[in-house]
């Protein structure tokens, strides 16, 4: 018996692609899509399929070109590719990342500063979904790659197909196409496509997998991917129990952890929260290895150790309780001087208005022996560990503290003006 024909060289259809958007429901009556599109095959093939299934809808898709810069040739193709799109009656709107891109790195950056900008267009064109052309060739890559780095359940459930970006979703309905059927799709509508050289560039991690991958292992790596995505979903349901039992959480941004919980929990479930706690309050991009937490976790649970660092936090431990809280002086967020977020954390205003020549940065240490100089303290949380209130954002006028962080209007004023903060780490500490 045959195996029958090749579909991964087939365009998708407009039925097969309205099936896929239907697994990510709900949408609104007339829905606005905003498509990432970065003028390859898979992303120009997305934002067709998008604005047809939308406007069959009665809504329609806006397209989203981000030129990173970090080629020459990027801005052209950036051009071309809206210019095709608009001829397709599809709305674009072209941006170019901000500042210089580091020496090192560049890759990560580029990523982190486009999904920024996604983020922030996104929510300017008042749209609810933002859509990316993630397909399944990344999918099956991308469990290769957590694979040899040890990673657990949730990495080799791979790519999620819906997650939050700010207050829109962020969704993927491409990912049980072949990035051949995306280019077949693209080629098919007659639009340009641009190639990036360094997709073929065996330096990088994610290429030497690739030309490694064959379509039959991509076809079983996918699948694979779909099960365990299906089994990590029943074990979040378990975390989340774990930490309605378990963990306190304070808008200040640090948390407490009951130790004998943690102890009765099984252990990967114990760890997965452990990991997800240090990472949301540590604020990096990136969460710290599994193979260091569990390492961190048997360390300070087993007693041997009562205070130790990792994933940018420092958990400490006395008598029956964790205390974990972002480990302040390693990084220098970036000086805030008008409303947004800071270190990546906390959500900043300022009221009743942002005065002339001011900024946010670290309390510190310093800003604390200022506000008890002045009679002032911190009334949020009166078990918070200095080190705590030290890593918090505090207005400073060159090297006089103007007002402490508050949660309420009427709190921690100094010279009448109030800094308002809200912790909203990028990574969410309890799951579901």
């Not at 310093?366 to 008890?372: A, I, N, P, T």
Request: glycine content about 8%; proline content about 7%.
């Amino acid at each position: 018996m045959g195996l029958g024909p090749d579909r991964s060289l087939e365009p998708v259809s407009l039925e097969a692609f309205a099936k896929a958007m239907e697994t990510l429901a709900p949408f609104e009556p007339h829905p606005l899509l905003a498509v990432a599109v970065s003028g390859g095959p898979d992303s120009m093939a997305l934002a067709i399929l998008a604005n047809e299934w939308a406007c069959a809808c009665g809504g329609s898709a806006h397209a989203i070109l981000i030129d990173h810069g970090l080629r020459k040739e990027s801005a052209n193709e950036i051009r071309v590719a809206a210019e095709a799109l608009e001829k397709l009656g599809i709305a674009t709107t072209s941006e170019r990342l901000s500042g210089p891109a580091p020496k090192t790195g560049k890759p990560a950056w580029a990523r982190r500063e486009r999904y920024r900008v996604l983020g922030n267009v996104t929510r300017q064109l008042g749209a609810l979904h933002l859509l990316t052309g993630h397909h399944r060739d990344d999918q099956a890559e991308t469990m290769v790659l957590n694979l040899e780095r040890g990673s657990g359940i949730k990495g080799l459930s791979g790519i999620s197909s819906a997650r939050g970006i700010g207050a829109a979703r962020l969704i993927r309905p491409l990912l049980s196409f072949s990035k051949g059927q995306l280019e077949a799709t693209a080629n098919l509508r007659g639009v340009p496509i641009a190639y990036d050289p360094s997709n073929a560039d065996l330096a990088y991690s994610r290429t030497r997998v690739r030309a490694q991958m064959t379509e039959a292992r991509a076809n079983r790596l996918s699948e694979t991917t779909t099960r365990l995505a299906q089994e990590d979903a029943a074990l979040e349901i378990t975390v989340a129990e774990l930490a309605a039992n378990t963990l306190t959480f304070s808008p200040l941004g640090w948390a407490r952890i009951s130790i004998p919980s943690m102890a009765q929990a099984p252990s990967v479930i114990a760890l997965r929260l452990f990991a997800r706690t240090v990472h949301a309050i540590g604020g990096r991009e990136m969460p710290p290895r599994q193979d260091r937490v569990q390492a961190a976790l048997d360390q300070i649970l087993s007693g041997k150790k009562a205070k130790l660092t990792i994933g940018g936090s420092i958990v400490t431990r006395r008598q029956e309780q964790l205390s974990v809280w972002r480990e302040p002086g390693k990084t220098h967020p970036p000086n805030l001087e008008q409303p947004g977020k800071w270190d990546g954390r906390f959500d900043v205003t300022v009221e009743p208005f942002w005065p002339e020549g001011t900024e946010v940065r670290f309390m510190s240490y310093e800003g604390l022996r200022q506000m008890e100089a002045m009679g002032k303290r911190i009334l949020l949380d009166s078990t918070a560990p200095r080190a705590v209130l030290a890593a918090l954002p505090g207005l400073w006028k060159e090297d006089k503290l103007i007002a402490g962080p508050s949660l309420q209007s009427k709190s921690s004023i100094v010279d009448g003006i109030c800094l308002k903060v809200q912790f909203h780490p990028p990574r969410p500490i309890t799951p579901c």
